[in-house]
């Protein structure tokens, strides 16, 4: 069964560095997305991504996030300049329709130091 | 505006016992999916339902049964006979049906089942 894929499951990095994150979503689905989950709490919508440009962002998603596809398969999350507050497991999820269950990938684990 | 509301943070259950885990949804939006997500301890969200507003028949998968009733915006999930396999957190979550729309998730409950 085809699955979401991410990588790397996780990483450790320092405060004010570049952070990528990468999802490979199925191969025929159409909308992506990236959520986030600070440990002990819930999972929070970040942005939603369509036809090569971004749908929706929470607030969450503030000038140092960035989404790209930069092929045909993969889907990535930039952080600029990661903060402290950035620590958390960051969830890729894809969709061949928004009528269509959105599956999501196994999570990176980000840790921010 | 959407909102998810799960009021039991963490529940205590001995092996075998039934429970059910509440939920209480808002929206203004008269078409929209229910789910429940499982989070096990290795922390992947695991997909259990999904359910459409037009759809207020229970649901039964094995020991995992679900109970949407719209009259008191609730989609609660029950799991009988529970197995020690069943600890985990549990989310609700809602999403509107547009054509690309995220879904928003409760809080969780983390539920503890002590053999």
């Known amino acids: 069964e085809p699955e979401v894929t991410q990588t790397p499951s996780h990483q450790v990095t320092q405060m004010g560095q570049e952070v990528i994150l990468r999802c490979v979503p199925i191969?025929?689905?159409?909308?992506f997305y990236w959520y986030r989950q600070i440990l002990g709490q819930k999972v929070e919508f970040l942005v939603s991504f369509y036809n090569n440009e971004i749908s929706e962002k929470s607030e969450i998603f503030d000038d140092q996030f960035s989404v790209e596809r930069p092929d045909g398969s993969n889907f990535t999350l930039k952080i600029r300049s990661t903060k402290l507050e950035d620590s958390a497991m960051y969830f890729c999820?894809?969709?061949?329709?928004?009528?269509?269950?959105?599956?999501f990938g196994p999570g990176t684990r980000l840790l921010v130091l | 505006a959407q909102k998810v509301t799960q009021a039991q943070t963490e529940i205590s259950v001995v092996e075998k016992e039934d429970v059910t885990l509440d939920c209480v949804y808002e929206?203004?939006?008269?078409?929209?999916?229910l789910f429940w997500y499982k989070q096990p301890p290795s922390g992947e969200l695991v997909f259990l339902i999904r359910r459409n507003s037009f759809d207020e028949q229970n649901e039964i998968s094995g020991r995992y049964s679900w109970n949407f009733q719209k009259s008191t915006s609730s989609f609660n999930f029950t799991i009988t006979a529970s197995q020690v396999v069943d600890s985990a957190v549990y989310f609700c979550?809602?999403?509107?049906?547009?054509?690309?729309?995220?879904?928003?998730f409760g809080k969780g409950t983390r539920l503890h089942i002590l053999p």
């Open positions: 191969s025929n689905h159409l909308y």
């Open positions: 979550a809602l999403s509107e049906a547009r054509r690309d729309d995220k879904i928003i």
């Open positions: 929206t203004r939006d008269t078409t929209y999916y």
């Open positions: 999820a894809s969709t061949r329709g928004g009528k269509e269950t959105q599956y």
